[in-house]
């Protein structure tokens, strides 16, 4: 039961992000540069906090990942950016659709064949990635849509990067640690375009999603991964954007179109499709 309680705060941590930064944008008068500086630190003082105290650890800082950072900060900037124009629903299924997609690609490209059935889920979630692109009155503002696809691909490659070895909470943390700088130069950067303006309910919404929804939520998962075969853990991140569009719905009043619904269907019956056949494969 234990496992099951933390799987889904986990799974609802994750989907938060999506609320959290929503609200933030479209409520408050935080900038989504200051938002994104904001959760960067949040999550790395979260997650030292909880490697140092709670597990008991010294954080190796020989153990430099600039590379990660960086995919991690790009990850953080463009989620930001996009959620000017997205509603919590969209935003998710776009970052979940991104991220499957690019790290099934890369799998082939490395070697992994598909089955004929895993090509018609590949096809399908392509084709409901496509399909919520169409231009139409209820298709998601294209530049928006560009940055989460940004987002999920440099949070692919900010994952597979990650996949050798060692503490994943320790790495986590040093790469939001280092993540840092980078945010930093751009709130630089940034203000000769747009001046940066923060409230304190703004810097809540950061905080909250820099230490609870991704510092916390990422240890949590970490701590129940490895009870997990990795197909189930692939399979349940298909509720994140499911959470996160019924969400949307209920607390910010946001609509549920045929569009998105339709998208959704596709995208996450697609890539459920190739989970599945892979799964079988392996058994």
């Given at each position: 039961?234990?496992?099951?309680?933390?799987?889904?705060?986990?799974?609802?941590?994750?989907?938060?992000?999506?609320?959290?930064?929503?609200?933030?944008?479209?409520?408050?008068?935080?900038?989504?540069?200051?938002?994104?500086?904001?959760?960067?630190?949040?999550?790395?003082?979260?997650l030292?906090?909880?490697?140092?105290?709670?597990?008991?650890?010294?954080?190796?800082?020989?153990?430099?990942?600039?590379?990660?950072?960086?995919?991690?900060?790009?990850?953080?900037?463009?989620?930001?950016?996009?959620?000017?124009?997205?509603?919590?629903?969209?935003?998710?299924?776009?970052?979940f659709?991104?991220?499957?997609?690019?790290?099934?690609s890369?799998?082939?490209?490395?070697g992994?064949?598909?089955?004929?059935?895993?090509?018609?889920?590949?096809?399908?979630?392509?084709?409901?990635?496509?399909?919520?692109f169409?231009?139409?009155?209820?298709a998601?503002?294209?530049s928006?849509a560009?940055?989460?696809?940004?987002?999920g691909?440099?949070?692919?490659?900010?994952?597979?990067?990650?996949?050798?070895?060692?503490?994943?909470?320790?790495?986590?943390?040093?790469?939001?640690?280092?993540?840092?700088?980078?945010?930093?130069?751009?709130?630089?950067?940034?203000?000769?375009?747009?001046?940066?303006?923060?409230?304190?309910?703004?810097?809540?919404?950061?905080?909250?999603?820099?230490?609870?929804?991704?510092?916390?939520?990422?240890?949590?998962?970490?701590?129940?991964?490895?009870?997990?075969?990795?197909?189930?853990?692939?399979?349940?991140?298909?509720s994140?954007?499911?959470?996160?569009?019924?969400?949307?719905?209920?607390?910010?009043?946001e609509?549920?179109?045929?569009?998105?619904?339709?998208?959704?269907?596709?995208?996450l019956g697609?890539?459920?499709?190739?989970?599945?056949?892979?799964?079988?494969?392996?058994?």
């Amino acid at each position: 039961m234990r496992l099951i309680i933390l799987t889904i705060l986990a799974l609802l941590a994750f989907a938060g992000n999506s609320l959290l930064c929503r609200i933030a944008l479209h409520e408050t008068s935080i900038d989504p540069v200051s938002f994104t500086t904001i959760r960067l630190v949040s999550g790395a003082m979260c997650l030292l906090f909880i490697v140092m105290f709670v597990k008991r650890e010294r954080l190796s800082f020989g153990q430099k990942s600039w590379r990660s950072a960086l995919w991690l900060f790009i990850y953080a900037i463009c989620f930001s950016l996009s959620y000017i124009g997205l509603s919590a629903g969209t935003g998710a299924l776009i970052l979940f659709a991104t991220v499957q997609l690019t790290m099934l690609s890369i799998s082939w490209w490395k070697g992994d064949r598909f089955s004929l059935p895993q090509w018609a889920g590949f096809a399908l979630a392509w084709l409901g990635l496509v399909y919520l692109f169409l231009p139409g009155v209820t298709a998601p503002p294209i530049s928006s849509a560009l940055l989460m696809c940004g987002s999920g691909i440099a949070w692919a490659l900010y994952t597979l990067r990650g996949q050798h070895g060692g503490d994943p909470t320790h790495a986590t943390a040093l790469n939001f640690i280092f993540s840092i700088p980078f945010a930093l130069l751009f709130s630089v950067i940034g203000v000769s375009y747009a001046t940066a303006t923060l409230d304190t309910s703004g810097v809540v919404y950061a905080m909250l999603s820099g230490a609870i929804t991704s510092g916390m939520g990422y240890a949590i998962w970490y701590a129940v991964l490895p009870t997990m075969k990795a197909s189930t853990a692939a399979s349940l991140q298909l509720s994140v954007p499911i959470i996160a569009a019924l969400a949307g719905v209920l607390l910010l009043d946001e609509i549920l179109t045929v569009r998105l619904s339709i998208a959704s269907i596709c995208i996450l019956g697609g890539v459920g499709l190739v989970l599945y056949y892979r799964q079988r494969s392996t058994a």
